[in-house]
């Protein structure tokens, strides 16, 4: 009776992520080649962003907005304020056993990846796999999931929207290309290509261009551009007097592309702080609020070199 009255306080919501620069969510380690991977999950080899990543974001994002109301300092603000304390937790190390914060966010999953097209310059790439896991999890909010599609692409096959500038050739004989490969079309994704656009992304021109190009591919095919088709930027570091590469300075880094569309869970709990009184309804509106007024996020590294910008909203 415990867990069926706590699931009834916790209210849900989707936190959508569409890069608009390119994206390093690092992982910390280098198994390959490339000394600075992008964060991926163990099992899939899809890319994400880990939860404590994002939740870190959100109190920043949430800190600065009252720091700018209330013209106090950062580090109080981040120790007393009652909504930020409330929402993610104590700042103060020695508190943290305290209370948690009312809200969870869990890993950042991918949606939709951006693919270089033959035609429309790029697609969106997406398959079964993302889209049945986007469902359970808005049936763990408790939000209606899109209408997918009734027959899924096999290998080498694609539904793609109606009328889409992506296509090659003519009704039956169409056909897509993405990077090297060709797929044969074998159906619409204009149902699946709708809901994203209507609630995945905000901004009209994205919503436009996702109506027409949201291609679904098999689980396999979208696997590989998801591997293969990253960023891989080589980076250095110059002596400042000989403006020469530095010894052992040279390294190379991964990105996401710009267009890269995510989205985590969001689960928010009445507040577990004794001194504040906040039911989970408001703990979920006011962090809603503040990603309504600040609109971008910088998540991921290399910041000052104008990377990691993404356009967020929350799905409620």
């Not at 007024?293 to 070199?305: A, C, F, H, K, N």
């Amino acid at each position: 009776m415990a867990n069926a009255t706590q699931t009834l306080k916790t209210q849900g919501g989707l936190l959508f992520i569409h890069a608009q620069t390119a994206l390093h969510p690092g992982s910390g380690t280098a198994l390959g080649t490339v000394d600075l991977p992008v964060q991926r999950e163990r099992h899939t080899g899809w890319p994400n962003i880990a939860g404590s990543a994002l939740k870190g974001v959100l109190r920043d994002a949430y800190r600065e907005k009252v720091r700018q109301e209330t013209q106090k300092p950062r580090k109080v603000v981040n120790e007393e304020d009652p909504d930020v304390v409330t929402i993610f937790g104590p700042g103060k190390v020695e508190e943290s056993s305290a209370h948690a914060g009312a809200l969870t966010v869990s890993d950042a999953r991918i949606l939709a990846y951006p693919v270089r097209s033959l035609r429309g310059v790029f697609a969106w790439v997406t398959c079964r796999g993302v889209l049945e896991r986007l469902c359970r999890d808005l049936d763990l909010t408790g939000m209606q999931p899109p209408q997918l599609p009734t027959t899924w692409p096999a290998e080498h096959k694609a539904l793609v929207p109606t009328n889409s500038p992506l296509l090659v050739g003519q009704s039956a004989q169409a056909t897509i290309v993405l990077e090297e490969f060709d797929y044969k079309v074998t159906g619409p994704s204009d149902s699946v290509a709708e809901w994203l656009a209507n609630h995945a992304v905000v901004h009209k021109f994205a919503q436009d261009r996702m109506k027409s190009h949201l291609v679904v591919l098999s689980d396999d095919d979208f696997t590989h551009f998801v591997r293969n088709a990253t960023e891989i930027v080589a980076r250095i570091a110059l002596d400042y007097e000989r403006k020469t590469v530095k010894e052992r300075a040279l390294f190379y880094q991964e990105f996401l592309p710009a267009e890269t569309i995510m989205y985590s869970v969001l689960l928010a709990n009445s507040s577990r702080n004794s001194k504040t009184s906040m039911d989970a309804a408001d703990v979920l509106h006011k962090v809603r609020k503040c990603l309504e007024e600040v609109r971008v996020l910088q998540i991921g590294g290399d910041e000052t070199t104008g990377k990691g910008l993404c356009a967020v909203h929350v799905l409620t």
